[in-house]
């Protein structure tokens, strides 16, 4: 069974702080990596895409990938209240089988 | 560009009741998918078409759920009889190709009572 793990958090930052999100995979076969955003009540949408292995900025946003560790991680820096959202981490191998963890709660306290 | 349209936003049925789900991907998209997101969970790729044909059904409750994409445009997802561990939101996504990340329409909540 191919998985994709996350801590549920919640996770609190204060206001300008650093928030980092992780996130393990099962299967070696993973190709695409992709961290979406979902606010409460609303559908995910993208924030960031990560194929190789290394680091990826835009903007306050940095995906990390290491594919021997199977690990992907997001850094958001200057977290501001309105980051406060449950990120999830998504796996596909070839255009398949896109697997999508569970999500971590991040809230950034004013 | 118009994004991923989903209908109906919300629907309460009785446990056996049958549903149906439309979506109508971004014009262009050639991959789509239906996700079952369950409270407090992550999406769960229910299923997956290439234009008109299906790439991954694996999770799709097959007794109870079923899905077309007619034209490799709009799909519709319908479920019967519906059960009360249905009760989920169900979104559709699309993306240009597959493997791209997807887009996601806003979702149709379904409670089974």
């Known amino acids: 069974q191919k998985e994709v793990e996350q801590n549920s958090g919640p996770l609190s930052v204060p206001e300008g702080a650093i928030a980092s999100l992780n996130c393990t995979y099962s299967d070696r076969g993973s190709q695409s990596f992709f961290w979406y955003r979902q606010y409460s009540g609303k559908s995910p949408e993208l924030i960031m895409s990560i194929y190789s292995n290394g680091d990826k900025e835009d903007g306050r946003f940095t995906a990390q990938l290491n594919k021997a560790s199977q690990y992907v991680s997001l850094l958001i820096r200057d977290s501001q209240p309105s980051d406060s959202a449950t990120y999830l981490c998504?796996?596909?191998?070839?255009?398949?089988?896109?697997?999508f963890g569970a999500g971590t709660r991040l809230f950034v306290k004013a | 560009e118009a994004g991923v349209a989903q209908s109906p936003r919300y629907k309460i049925i009785e446990k056996r009741q049958s549903v149906a789900f439309w979506c109508n991907p971004i014009s262009g998209h050639a991959t789509l998918y239906w996700y079952q997101q369950i409270l407090g969970q992550g999406p769960k790729l229910l299923i997956q078409f290439q234009n008109n044909g299906v790439v991954d059904d694996s999770q799709l409750p097959k007794d109870r759920f079923s899905a077309e994409r007619l034209k490799g445009v709009d799909s519709t997802l319908k479920i019967q009889p519906a059960k009360l561990e249905d009760s989920a939101v169900y979104l559709c996504?699309?993306?240009?190709?597959?493997?791209?990340?997807?887009?996601f329409g806003s979702g149709t909540r379904l409670t089974v009572v």
């Open positions: 996504a699309s993306s240009l190709v597959s493997g791209d990340s997807d887009t």
């Open positions: 998504a796996t596909s191998e070839g255009g398949f089988k896109t697997i």
